[in-house]
């Protein structure tokens, strides 16, 4: 017999241990797998071109090969790394058919002699660097000679959905040669405070092919503002979630903000409920009712969180949107709101019935000892009762909302999808992003983990998302652990 | 001057029960008692574990109400209401029928407020009326000296002693007339227990005082009446000197001298 007990400690102990070891090897999978995130390398793109001096001040530079210049790094854009595209630059004689100016870059020279007029790299597909390197590119402009006008422009923009605030490098503009016998004033244009822009130029014109290569000369330089770990930690902290973009952005806020707040609104739904339910069954409800009650109620806990959603789905999307839709200006059911009830609909049970248990454990001598002070039941419940389990209800609202927070599937179904950070500016745009698409942390590596490149930058940030999580809810259940061990009311 | 228990007239009788029998499911409790209790004493109830002592005073306030399985026949009279009426105010009845048990209950809020809520609840008193009353329960009770520059602190940090005499004070901030009491000093030491005492000598001036308990001599010491329970039959009631000086009954005597219990 003794050796049978012996036989029982072993085995609690080393499942205690494997346990705590999976946890331990969960989170340690999780960690590295994230590193990923920190490998990224970051590009940037910029257009630019020579503009007519006469060109309506609305002229932007365009894509004709020719005209602009286009200088992108971007990383991991499928099967494109490789490439670089590369035009002949044209002849004067072609230009004078053609175009009349051209802007020309070699990103490849890194001084001023080596530049060529004859190469066109309009895109370099091929270099993304990490944040500590940067590059530059220089920029060779002139006119053909058919050209007639006293000036030209130099005009800039980002690349498509490039957003140079968002850089880690500082991107500086600057003239690095004019032609000979032009008199102009150096100048050096920081891009991230003036991402588009144009600049006058005194007319250049190239009249042979040998000239070309004396026109204005530009730099545009990325120089490195801190390292790849910070600015993908910056990254990270940002306020958009888009790692589809050429230029992704990684920034969880705005998924973790939509959890909280749908966690947040959903236990502000389920916590009175619950607890009401709670006090319903310890301190109102017949036996025999609480018999058939309690488990009616875990059985409703055990509900899959999918069948949930698609109730949701069903019927409560439509019918808010049918309801509220109008007044609120809803655009669909699918929004934070309807998302937060179904996500009340399964922390009720939980509330509940943990706060049963919790009222339960609260001694009938505290009861007996209000009503023979003459307090009536409600005065019991809810100055003595409900106070002595205190601790034990906040503890069932903690793992209700660590619960929450962590649900996948509902959140899934209902929030609608579209990453967007709430509006706090204002309580009218607030109740707006409550109702409208918004997509959570879970749901988010659910629908995203699936068609990613495996250990690629984008990878690595799911796993990130994991990781906050993960330190989340783990936040959130030792809080209602420490809590609830006070609850332990001794009398 | 202490009447025999046979002797004492109606209006001095406060609370009397006629027999009176109750079961809890299918144990019989309490057989047949019947039990005059003069105002203004101090009626101990002894006897051996299970014998009803409990019960008879839990009748007194019907806290008996909630034990799953409970009936009970005969009359109970406590201030001249039935406290098993159906038109009785039980809220009324409690408030004049104070109680405190075995194990100190503090409520799970500040020494203040464990003695403020009864009076609030049945009074109304708010601000300096309910400081005064605070004050003369916690006095009265003999812990103000102790507690009060501590009012606002949770009442469950005060040792076993003082968590008992604040739950006196908390019954007579409601100001009850009969005070029952559940083995009051079983979970307390020598010096509380003194206290305690000292405490229902002093209530049995202007309150009528029942109190269960296993110990006799404190029934000896504190109390004028005693009644001697055995399996849920009242034994033997008498003025306390007459009964442990020279009980009528055998079992008394077995009781008292020790013989078992």
Request: include cysteine; glycine fraction near 6%.
């Amino acid at each position: 017999m003794r050796r049978l007990g012996r036989l029982f400690d072993t085995t609690v102990y080393i499942t205690g241990i494997m346990v705590s070891v999976a946890v331990l090897v969960m989170f340690y999978y999780i960690a590295r797998e994230s590193t990923y995130a920190f490998r990224q390398t970051f590009s940037w793109g910029y257009r630019l071109a020579l503009l007519p001096g006469d060109a309506d001040s609305s002229a932007t530079p365009n894509s004709a090969p020719y005209s602009s210049l286009v200088a992108v790094n971007p990383e991991g854009a499928d099967g494109l790394d490789e490439k670089e595209e590369v035009f002949p630059a044209p002849t004067i004689q072609q230009m004078q058919d053609e175009s009349a100016l051209v802007a020309t870059a070699t990103p490849l020279a890194s001084d001023l002699s080596q530049i060529r007029a004859d190469t066109l790299y309009r895109d370099d597909w091929r270099s993304p660097k990490p944040a500590e390197e940067g590059t530059r590119v220089l920029v060779l402009g002139y006119a053909a000679p058919g050209y007639s006008l006293p000036t030209m422009y130099l005009a800039w923009e980002p690349d498509h959905s490039f957003e140079p605030r968002l850089a880690s490098y500082r991107l500086v503009l600057r003239l690095l040669r004019a032609p000979e016998g032009v008199s102009i004033q150096p100048f050096e244009i920081d891009l991230r405070k003036q991402p588009t822009g144009r600049i006058a130029l005194p007319t250049w014109v190239a009249q042979t092919d040998a000239e070309r290569t004396q026109g204005y000369v530009f730099e545009v330089a990325a120089i490195p503002q801190t390292s790849t770990f910070w600015a993908t930690l910056r990254g990270v902290l940002g306020t958009e979630w888009a790692p589809t973009l050429i230029y992704p952005r990684y920034g969880i806020l705005p998924l973790v903000l939509a959890t909280t707040l749908m966690s947040i609104l959903a236990m502000l739904i389920a916590t009175p409920l619950g607890v009401a339910t709670a006090l319903y069954l310890s301190e109102v409800a017949h036996p025999r009712v609480r018999e058939w009650l309690k488990p009616a109620l875990e059985l409703i806990a055990s509900v899959p969180s999918v069948v949930l959603g698609y109730f949701g789905l069903m019927f409560v999307a439509p019918a808010l949107q049918a309801w509220l839709g109008q007044a609120l200006g809803m655009q669909s059911g699918r929004n934070l709101l309807t998302t937060s009830i179904i996500l009340a609909v399964l922390a009720i049970p939980i509330v509940a019935s943990v706060t049963e248990d919790v009222l339960k454990a609260v001694p009938e001598s505290l009861r007996e000892s209000a009503i023979a002070l003459g307090l009536n039941h409600s005065e019991t419940l809810w100055k003595v009762v409900l106070p002595a389990a205190r601790a034990g209800v906040v503890a069932a609202v903690l793992i209700g909302a660590a619960r929450v927070y962590g649900e996948t599937m509902i959140v899934w179904i209902l929030s609608g999808g579209t990453a967007t950070m709430p509006a706090f500016h204002s309580p009218v745009a607030f109740a707006q992003s409550l109702v409208s698409s918004t997509r959570g942390v879970p749901d988010t590596i659910a629908i995203e983990m699936g068609n990613v490149t495996f250990e690629s930058v984008h990878y690595g940030h799911l796993f990130l998302l994991g990781l906050v999580l993960f330190c989340l809810t783990v936040v959130v259940n030792l809080a209602a652990l420490r809590i609830g061990r006070r609850q332990v009311w001794r009398v | 001057m202490v009447e025999p228990p046979n002797a004492l007239r109606a209006e001095q009788i406060v609370v009397e029960t006629h027999a009176l029998t109750v079961f809890y499911g299918d144990t019989q409790a309490l057989k047949n008692v019947s039990l005059p209790i003069a105002r203004n004493r101090v009626t101990a109830l002894i006897g051996p574990s299970g014998c009803g002592k409990s019960t008879f005073l839990r009748c007194l306030n019907r806290l008996n109400d909630r034990i799953p399985g409970f009936r009970m026949q005969g009359k109970v009279r406590v201030l001249e209401m039935d406290p098993y009426s159906k038109h009785t105010d039980l809220i009324e009845l409690r408030r004049r029928v104070g109680m405190v048990f075995q194990k100190p209950t503090p409520l799970p809020m500040s020494i203040y407020d464990n003695v403020a809520i009864g009076a609030r609840s049945h009074y109304g008193l708010r601000g300096k009326q309910l400081d005064e009353v605070v004050e003369q329960a916690l006095q009265r009770a003999a812990l103000w000296d102790e507690v009060k520059d501590i009012l606002k602190r949770p009442a469950l940090q005060l040792s076993g002693g003082q968590q008992q005499r604040l739950c006196i004070a908390r019954m007579l901030a409601v100001e009850p007339e009969v005070i029952l009491m559940d083995e009051p000093c079983s979970a307390l030491d020598p010096v509380s227990t003194f206290r305690i005492e000292e405490l229902m000598i002093d209530l049995a001036k202007d309150h009528t005082v029942i109190v269960v308990t296993h110990n006799m001599q404190q029934a000896a010491r504190v109390s004028h009446y005693t009644a001697f329970f055995m399996y849920g039959e009242l034994v033997e009631y008498d003025v306390s000197k007459q009964l442990f000086l020279s009980p009528k009954q055998k079992a008394t005597e077995d009781y008292i001298s020790g013989r078992f219990g």
